[in-house]
């Protein structure tokens, strides 16, 4: 994507704060083309899933399965249905259980979570050692690569 200019990124950020302050507003609209034009959140949202669904799937191809695309339908099902969003479902367990039940449910899934972690204790030089081995590998993968990213693309898109 080329470069956006100081002005564009302006514009993008006053959507942003829109979505961040107001996304589950109704009737929330979002400008297009600096303000040009407003559109409907659920609209522009299931728009720009529409195109990163076409990226999900070059990954999809590339890793096998449908994860990344999952996740993009998982999305788009938000904007019909804004309690399936994450700041809906903690408002939700804040209603229902309040700030510290909600608080106290992450810190135990968290430490479930981190207890079925191994414990393993790096050093520095273990981060210096992986970086090398990384790019070797890297280095080794671009010198086996003959194929002209063009074609990748072509082959995959």
Known sequence: APEMSSSELAC????????????????????????????????????????????AQTLDSINGGEAYQKVCDELVACFDNPDLTFSARILRSMIDTGIGGTGKAFAEAYRNLLREEPLEILREEDFVAEREASERRQQEMEAADTEPFAVWLEKHA
């Open 12 to 55: 993008t950020r006053v959507n942003w704060n829109r979505v961040i302050l107001e996304g589950r507003k109704p009737g929330l609209t979002l400008g297009i083309g600096c303000e040009t034009a407003q559109f409907p959140l659920p609209q522009v949202g299931k728009d720009l899933f529409r195109d990163l669904k076409r990226v």
